[in-house]
């Protein structure tokens, strides 16, 4: 059939259903934006590229439906970066379109020109350029079938004079692959280390989430087992939070009850997660990684497994098929050595932490710093961010999706929240930008427009999205619940400040004189501050009310101390020393 390049192109969108395109309007991408409203494709021209890639990671991470990041090619895609990288740890499967400089006025240096392949070459799962016009839907299906097999961003790269070019094309079908099962003898052996096992633990990864079923099958498996469950860091929804097996996210501020219990197993099934290492390290001065405990680990990628931590069984297949494999391989008697006793275990060291977690008021100085008291005296009546993260769970709806920026505020609550079901807690991951809680939860709500979503975010890191709140407040766009922590300073790196450099805050304080909730009274929006936790509790309550029954979004600016949490990584610093000594006095004369 004879038709555009143009026309091609979003023929096979709609062929893979892709309704939803997030950036910047561009001359390089007009062709087919223009055709966009008349194939049932929503653009959402967004304040910024990298918002608009996080809207898209945040929107494909709560409904599990590709989306499409494009922009101008040149300043437009770069700014695409961060976010194509952090959906790429994320394992977010969207497809990102980068229109290309003219064929040929490439290598002469022109207006807004980019070697854009080698850009993204270490940021997505597949990439590929369109070598000709007639090429265009043969490319295009392949990437997009990649970025599902492979669970990442993929990009295709178009060359801007190839549209408006009229070709004779057929449209390819959609090809989807049956992810694996996992190998049968490598089953078998799982199935018979878990079932003489005497304290088995599952660890539940993003890849349970991602698999159809995955969290049902792990739950399944769990209960023959009365294996506690817990989950990778950032990955609170990979298992029912009210399910007496659940034992809470490992990493860094999680849950001491489930690392209490991973240190007693003696073998573990990390189900869907690469382990990576921020998932494992101590807390809470715990090192609770069970050393001599046999490790079954099963990831879709055999590059993961084995990785970081020393394997017994590796299995590469799909979540929810592998473990529904390994329970229907488990002895009669799996799970029955110590079952009572590790019921037991499990119930009082779940109750235990519960306990010290809702007493939990203030965060502590490491010996020979005292930075925290200080912060209390000097801000006796201001809410510490403990307090703040006990008033806004008793608002949060049990059906809520959230999201959280990196931070020390928001590390802070990695504990606190957990969920009925998969795919509602989108966290920034391992790449850690910036930046991330706003759009992502505008990506989400776009997609579940029936379903309460809060954002969370440090004031530092909202910074830099707080200009997404001009684009937000338009009347096609959906309303949302932001909630900023509002201690005026970067916190995480202010306590490697005070643990590290002896107070020698360099670029760690932010502005007082401005008010979040006054930018976005002056965006349109509903801005308000909490200063108390009965006033947070209260103002969350009535935000997603208006969110939910008025279609008003609101910034609740939540007023704190200057308290701060355990630092990132305490396993990537040390205290500097001094040898030859630095002096002003060095300084060359003007």
């Known amino acids: 059939m004879k038709m555009t390049t143009e026309e091609a192109f979003v023929k096979t969108l709609q062929a893979h259903g892709i309704r939803h395109a997030f950036g910047i309007i561009g001359s390089a991408m007009m062709p087919i934006s223009d055709i966009f409203p008349a194939a049932g494709i929503t653009f959402w021209d967004c304040a910024h590229e990298g918002s608009a890639g996080m809207m898209a990671d945040g929107y494909t991470r709560a409904t599990g439906e590709m989306s499409m990041m494009i922009a101008q090619n040149g300043p437009g895609i770069t700014n695409f970066v961060t976010a194509v990288k952090t959906a790429y740890w994320n394992h977010t499967p969207c497809l990102l379109v980068t229109p290309q400089a003219a064929n040929k006025t490439i290598g002469q240096g022109g207006f807004q020109e980019m070697e854009q392949m080698n850009l993204f070459k270490d940021c997505v799962a597949y990439q590929e350029e369109v070598r000709d016009p007639s090429r265009i839907c043969e490319v295009l299906a392949r990437v997009i079938a990649k970025a599902k097999r492979l669970s990442g961003p993929t990009q295709i790269n178009i060359p801007r004079d190839f549209w408006t070019q009229v070709i004779d094309i057929e449209i390819p079908e959609p090809v989807e692959f049956e992810s694996s099962p996992g190998g049968e003898s490598s089953i078998a052996k799982a199935a018979e280390l878990l079932s003489t096992a005497k304290f088995p633990v599952i660890l539940n990864g993003a890849g349970v ?151 939990l008021d203030h965060e502590q100085d490491d010996p020979g710093t005292t930075w925290n008291e200080r912060a209390r005296q000097a801000r006796p009546d201001w809410m510490s961010p403990r307090q703040a993260w006990r008033a806004i769970q008793a608002a949060m709806p049990e059906n809520a999706i959230i999201s959280s920026d990196i931070g020390n505020n928001c590390a802070i609550g990695n504990a606190y929240p957990s969920f009925p079901t998969g795919r509602k807690y989108l966290a920034p991951g391992l790449f850690g930008p910036c930046g991330y809680g706003l759009p992502s939860i505008v990506g989400a709500k776009i997609g579940q427009p029936d379903v309460p979503v809060i954002g969370f975010a440090g004031d530092g890191a909202f910074g830099i999205a707080v200009n997404e709140l001009t684009a937000i407040g338009r009347e096609e766009w959906p309303a949302i619940t932001q909630i900023v922590f509002r201690n005026y300073q970067w916190g995480a790196e202010k306590r490697n400040s005070t643990l590290w450099f002896d107070d020698n805050f360099v670029g760690t304080e932010l502005d007082m004189k401005v008010s979040y909730a006054g930018i976005a009274q002056a965006c349109g929006l509903i801005g308000v501050q909490a200063k108390t936790m009965e006033e947070l509790t209260a103002l969350l309550n009535q935000a997603i009310k208006d969110q939910m029954e008025n279609n008003k979004t609101t910034l609740i600016e939540v007023i704190l101390n200057q308290e701060l949490g355990e630092p990132f990584r305490r396993d990537a610093m040390k205290k500097p020393v001094k040898v030859a000594g630095i002096s002003a006095s060095d300084m060359a004369a003007e």
Not at 260 to 270: P, Y
Not at 316 to 344: P, Q
């Open 209 to 359: 989430v991602l698999a159809e079923g995955g969290i049902e099958a792990s739950k399944v498996l769990a209960e023959a087992l009365d294996a506690p469950v817990c989950v990778g860091y950032q990955h609170n929804d990979a298992f029912p939070g009210n399910h007496p097996l659940f034992a809470g996210p490992l990493g860094y501020n999680g849950s001491k009850a489930g690392m209490e219990l991973i240190s007693k197993a003696d073998v573990v099934l990390a189900l869907g997660t690469r382990l990576n290492p921020f998932s494992t390290l101590p807390g809470y001065g715990i090192d609770y990684w069970p050393k001599d405990a046999k490790v079954i680990q099963v990831d879709l990628n055999p590059d993961r497994i084995g990785l970081t931590k020393k394997v017994t069984v590796g299995i590469v297949g799909d979540a929810a098929k592998v473990a529904k494999g390994i329970t229907a391989h488990l002895a009669d008697t799996a799970g029955d050595a110590g079952r009572d006793a590790r019921k037991a275990m499990i119930a009082q060291t779940k109750s235990a932490w519960a306990q010290e977690l809702s007493s």
